[in-house]
């Protein structure tokens, strides 16, 4: 009864139709295997039909209530006392629908056609034919073969799901991480005006209300339009340029249609705050930042470098540019565009410039 209770919880409208498309599949399998030596097609269906009770509640056993029961939950032991309870009952099951059913059946079956027909199978008492090996290892043969087909498919299921959850769960991870990162050093901007008593920090509130409502509601999605994703980069570039002032250059070009294509989000921006957060706010003088982003068919290219503040002598006390960001975002692209990025960070002693190369899809309309 638990068993039941369990499946009837799991099971979906459409898990149920692929479940039965699959038993009837194995079905006719079974069937145009044994029909060449049995008296029609028709007469093998029938008798392997009095088998798929066996098989399916083997399986359903198994997939649905040991390994959830007693592997995913540590008992291993317990797990393998099950698994070979289930292997040895329904080998034994197997064997006495053959002795007591299917076996009589088939025999009578094929006298009809061939009264000389004598089949040795059926010598002996029930129980004498029950011993023999021969006939308990073709049992378990039949049984198993098809059953661990089925288990296998759920394994390598279980195993994709959870990859999957596990990708997930870092990639929430990441982003998470990201936020506060990226809130942390944009409350330090608008803490920095707001001591100087600047006008233009109600225009920085404003604009950092848009970027975090951006990131915490519209890059909450897979993918994003491209140009979405720029717009809040420009936004974010006009929020530093206020702190900054004329004390910094910044040039970015865009070259391409944007529109037309759809990016993972938060990819760029955390490029563009490292350069502002190692670059600019780390050094005194004359500062610059220069971006350019080309998109061209499928492929986007966006290049940036800033100046470097003068390194100290001790390489103890040198700026680490390849931040909490940077590394965010190379592990974010290892995962999303597997195979299909290049990030390449250089580090010279005055300049420090990254590039990155995107394979892009196109939006879908």
Known sequence: MHLIATLSARFSEKKVVRHLAFWLFILCVLTFVYGAGLPGYWFAMGI??????????????IAYFIIPRYFNGGRYVVFFICLFLCVVLSTVAFRLIEIFIADPLIYRAVLKTDPAFIWHKLDGTPGEQFARPTYLISAFEQTNIFVWIALSVKFFKMWFERKQAA??????????????????????????????????????????????????????????????????????????????????????????????????PLLILPLVENAFKHGASEQVGQAWINMDLRVKDQLLKFKISNSRPELPAHPDLRPHHVSIGLANVRKRLEILYPQAHQLRIFEEPEVFAVILEIELKKTEI
């Open 48 to 61: 392997v039909a009095m088998f798929m009770p066996v098989h399916a509640l083997y399986f359903y056993s």
């Open 167 to 264: 990708t997930e769960a870092e990639l929430n991870f990441l982003k998470g991480q990201l936020h506060p990162h990226f809130l942390f050093n944009t409350l330090n901007n608008l803490y920095a005006l707001t001591l100087n008593q600047s006008p233009q920090s109600p225009a920085v509130v404003m604009g950092l209300a848009e970027i975090l409502r951006y990131m915490l509601y519209e890059a909450n999605t897979g993918v994003v339009s491209l140009e979405r994703d720029i717009r809040i980069v420009e936004s974010y570039i006009a929020l530093e340029k206020i702190r900054y002032d004329e004390r910094l250059d910044i040039t970015f070009s865009i070259h391409g249609s944007l529109s037309e294509h759809r990016i993972v």
